[in-house]
């Protein structure tokens, strides 16, 4: 299997979308975010994400592994903070998670509930989800957040229309716990209506800043274009 899908990246068309990051709080360029998808169309294998800070050089990567089940794919982040590297992954209906966190190994056996996305598997559940979400059904998504090693499950609804980007649908994310609501900055996505592809993020990020919480965050997508 290994091998087969090693062949099916080697001939692959690979294509590439950038986001600028800003700060949330002053609009300060934080990091570049760099996604190279393999392949460009049909089921997606692999996305590799590079964090690059303003001066190019490398804050973090992260590796996606599709499988079949493309709600729950295996992930590994490796970033320049306290926690430096966060590994998940799945079998069946459990997901190991392995944190690097001050130079310590944890490891955590982690039981998914029906329905649990993981990390950019949300684009996948939300996709499928947005004819429901457009008509003004609110619905609900367990997620495994890999840090805490444990599910949430976060509400999700459709939000009125941005007057400065008409052509796309917007989406927030809430967690249903009360005390993670209390301190959680909702998520808002954006998606293209024309391609369904994801256009703009607001909220927490991936990346931690030095005080080792992670960023709040908004960025826009240039849209994906295949790599010569």
């Known amino acids: 299997m290994i091998v087969e899908i ?17 700060s949330s709080k002053d609009g300060t360029h934080l990091y570049t975010e760099e996604r190279t998808r393999t392949p460009c169309t049909g089921q997606r294998l692999r996305d590799s994400v590079r964090y690059l800070r303003p001066d190019g050089s490398i804050l973090g ?7 079949t089940r493309q709600d729950i794919p295996d992930i590994e982040l490796r970033m320049d903070s306290p926690l ?45 989800n947005l004819p429901l979400l457009e008509k003004g059904r ?5 997620v495994l957040i ?9 509400s999700v609804k459709s939000l009125p229309p941005d007057p400065r980007a008409p052509g796309e649908i917007r989406i927030e994310l ?22 369904g592809h994801l256009a703009a993020f607001s909220g927490i990020s991936d990346i931690k800043g030095k005080d080792g919480k992670n ?7 240039q849209g994906w274009s295949l790599l010569p």
């Open 6 to 22: 090693f062949l099916m990246l080697a001939g692959a068309p690979a294509c590439q979308d950038r986001a600028k990051v800003l």
């Open 61 to 67: 990567t992260k590796t996606i592994v599709w499988k």
């Open 84 to 128: 430096s590297q966060v590994r998940v992954i799945t079998k069946g209906d459990t997901a190991v998670v392995d944190l690097v966190r001050k130079g310590e190994r944890e490891s955590h056996r982690v039981e998914l509930p029906k329905g649990t996305v993981i990390d950019a598997g949300i684009d996948t559940w939300l996709l499928r």
């Open 138 to 142: 609110e619905l609900e998504v367990p």
């Open 146 to 154: 890999p840090a805490f090693h444990r599910v949430l499950t976060f």
């Open 174 to 195: 809430r967690p249903l716990n009360w005390v993670a609501r209390l301190v959680a900055t909702p998520i808002v996505v954006n998606y293209r209506k024309a391609d």
């Open 215 to 221: 960023l709040l965050v908004q960025m826009r997508y």
